[in-house]
């Protein structure tokens, strides 16, 4: 009889916290913190038109303030309006521990990885990594996942657990410029420092070049349709991780061009 006193009283509890009232207030305070957030999303984009070169510390220190707003935002909406009594807290928490620890493991993982990730760092916003087989720019870093943008335009979406687990390189490491690395391929009995001159050429030419940072070249005999042929690996550094297909693009068309013009044949088919 007792027993079944305290579940009629646990239960008259939780109809009484979730009334409509409170519920009302839950749905209003839920939609002013997605606001909020959306505010400071429309408001980093606008700082970081006017201010590019500070595009990836805007990004990171917005990513960092949407998890506080919605992580403390969330506790303190539940306990302002429902202000449910400390015994039931206790006993809600505990209950819903283990029932999310079960349920939502994987969840729970997520979002334990993705504190790491804010605070380990081992990429940031804005970064171009490469992840298994995918490559791309790190749009987000939320609490339950990664979002990542292909150069081809898809948006991939990856649980947090899995970086902490699998291999991930980060192309910039969170600087604007990167290295870009293209190869050329010319026959054997070509001049080869005068291909690697007309690369550098180019290279340093381009309108998406980072002259700060050295040009080098890896050169080495490789096999091309089952022949013999000279490779030349150009490193270069393009300003912005943005402009990285356009500067590879820009290389590759003029390299070709002026090894037309100067008469380097490329390797026999």
Same mark, same amino acid.
């Given at each position: 009889?007792?027993?079944? #006193?305290?579940?009629?009283?646990?239960?008259?509890?939780?109809?009484?916290?979730?009334? &409509?009232?409170?519920?009302?207030?839950?749905?209003?305070?839920?939609?002013?913190? +997605?606001?909020?957030? +959306?505010?400071? #999303?429309?408001?980093?984009?606008?700082?970081?038109?006017?201010?590019?070169?500070?595009?990836?510390?805007?990004?990171?220190?917005?990513?960092?303030?949407?998890? &506080?707003?919605?992580?403390?935002?969330?506790?303190?909406?539940?306990?302002?309006?429902? #202000?449910?009594?400390?015994?039931?807290?206790?006993?809600?928490?505990?209950?819903?521990? &283990?029932?999310?620890?079960?349920?939502?493991?994987?969840?729970?993982?997520?979002?334990?990885?993705?504190?790491?990730?804010?605070?380990?760092?081992?990429?940031?916003?804005?970064?171009?990594?490469?992840?298994?087989?995918?490559?791309?720019?790190?749009?987000?870093?939320?609490?339950?996942?990664?979002?990542?943008?292909?150069?081809?335009?898809?948006?991939?979406?990856?649980?947090?657990?899995?970086?902490?687990?699998?291999?991930?390189?980060?192309?910039?490491?969170?600087?604007?410029?990167?290295?870009? &690395?293209?190869?050329?391929?010319?026959?054997?009995?070509?001049?080869?420092?005068?291909?690697?001159?007309?690369?550098?050429?180019?290279?340093?030419?381009?309108?998406?070049?980072?002259?700060?940072?050295?040009?080098?070249?890896?050169?080495?005999?490789?096999?091309?349709?089952?022949?013999?042929?000279?490779?030349?690996?150009?490193?270069?550094?393009?300003?912005?991780?943005?402009?990285?297909?356009?500067?590879?693009?820009?290389?590759?068309?003029?390299?070709?061009?002026?090894?037309?013009?100067?008469?380097?044949?490329?390797?026999?088919?």
């Amino acid at each position: 009889m007792n027993e079944s #006193n305290n579940i009629v009283n646990d239960l008259a509890v939780v109809v009484e916290l979730f009334n &409509v009232y409170a519920l009302l207030l839950l749905f209003i305070g839920g939609f002013m913190l +997605w606001a909020m957030n +959306w505010g400071l #999303n429309r408001l980093s984009q606008k700082v970081t038109d006017k201010m590019p070169t500070r595009r990836f510390l805007i990004l990171q220190v917005t990513t960092l303030i949407s998890f &506080v707003l919605y992580t403390v935002g969330s506790i303190a909406l539940i306990i302002g309006v429902l #202000n449910p009594p400390k015994e039931f807290l206790l006993a809600a928490g505990g209950s819903i521990a &283990v029932a999310l620890g079960f349920a939502l493991k994987d969840i729970a993982a997520s979002l334990v990885a993705g504190l790491l990730l804010l605070f380990d760092r081992p990429f940031r916003v804005g970064d171009r990594v490469s992840f298994d087989d995918v490559y791309g720019e790190i749009v987000s870093i939320g609490l339950r996942t990664v979002r990542l943008q292909t150069l081809d335009d898809n948006l991939v979406t990856i649980p947090n657990s899995r970086f902490i687990t699998d291999v991930v390189a980060s192309g910039n490491a969170g600087e604007l410029d990167m290295m870009v &690395v293209t190869d050329f391929h010319i026959a054997l009995d070509e001049d080869i420092e005068k291909a690697r001159a007309l690369v550098e050429e180019v290279i340093v030419t381009s309108r998406f070049a980072f002259l700060k940072k050295p040009v080098s070249f890896a050169i080495e005999e490789v096999i091309v349709g089952y022949k013999l042929a000279i490779r030349l690996r150009a490193k270069a550094y393009v300003l912005d991780v943005h402009y990285e297909k356009a500067f590879q693009s820009d290389i590759v068309v003029r390299v070709s061009q002026r090894f037309v013009e100067e008469g380097i044949a490329r390797p026999p088919q």
